[in-house]
C-alpha cells in the first residue's frame, strides 16, 4: 500500500482510521486548531469527522490521504498530515498538516512534514510537493522554509471562509531541493 505507516524519530504516522473518530472530531471543533485552515468550517458534529476518515482513506485510485500523528512513547494522537491533489502523471501532490495546540512548538509538525516529505518522494515518486500557507500563518511559513520549501508567491482570495475570501502563500519543494530533512 503506497500509504503505508511512517515512522520518524519520534513519532508514528498512521492511516487514519474509523478508531480516531473522536480525535479528528475533537480536534476539527478547536477553533484554535482551524484558525489558518481555512478551507473547511469548524467540526460540530461527529458526522463530519467520519466524512473526513471516509474522504481520506486509502484507494488506488484516489489522489489523496491523511495521517494521524502519533507519539511513539505515549500512542498519543496530537495531529493529522497527508497528501492532496496527487497529479500522478506530473508526479506533484500538495501536502497538508495540522497539530494540537499543547504540542506546538516541539518540533513534531517538522518532524512529521519531514517524515511525510520523505514519503512522497521515495515511495510516491514525486518531484514536486506544493504546499500553502494562509497569509498570516508566521509557523507553517517558518517550517516550509526551514524544510527547503521556496516561497513561489500569493495566491489571492484562494479560499472562502465565512464570507471572507484568504490569501495563501504557494510553496514548493523539488526532489533535487530534498536534503533527506536535515531540518535541525
Known amino acids: 500500500m503506497i500509504f503505508a505507516e511512517v515512522d520518524t524519530e519520534r513519532l508514528h ?86 497539530l494540537t495546540p499543547a504540542e506546538w512548538g516541539k518540533g513534531y509538525g517538522i518532524e512529521a512534514v519531514a517524515g511525510m516529505v520523505e514519503h512522497g518522494f521515495q515511495e510516491m515518486k514525486l518531484n514536486r510537493i506544493e504546499a500553502y500557507a494562509a497569509k498570516g500563518n508566521a ?18 482570495d484562494k479560499h472562502l471562509f465565512q464570507g471572507k475570501y484568504y490569501d495563501h502563500y504557494s510553496y514548493s519543494l523539488l526532489k533535487r531541493e530534498w536534503n533527506g530533512g536535515s531540518h535541525r
Open 139 to 156: 509557523a507553517s511559513m517558518k517550517l516550509l522554509e526551514r524544510l527547503g520549501f521556496k516561497q513561489e508567491g500569493l495566491v489571492r
Open 13 to 98: 504516522l498512521t492511516p487514519l482510521t474509523k478508531e480516531h473518530t473522536q480525535f479528528v472530531f475533537d480536534h476539527f471543533s478547536d477553533p484554535v486548531v482551524c484558525r489558518y485552515l481555512l478551507d473547511e468550517e469548524v467540526y460540530t458534529e461527529l458526522e463530519e469527522a467520519e466524512n473526513f476518515i471516509l474522504f481520506n482513506a486509502y484507494h488506488p485510485k484516489k489522489n489523496n490521504n491523511r495521517w494521524a500523528i502519533v507519539k511513539k512513547g505515549s500512542g498519543d494522537v496530537i495531529g493529522t498530515c497527508g497528501f492532496h491533489q496527487w497529479d500522478r502523471f506530473n508526479n506533484i501532490a500538495e501536502i497538508g498538516y495540522d
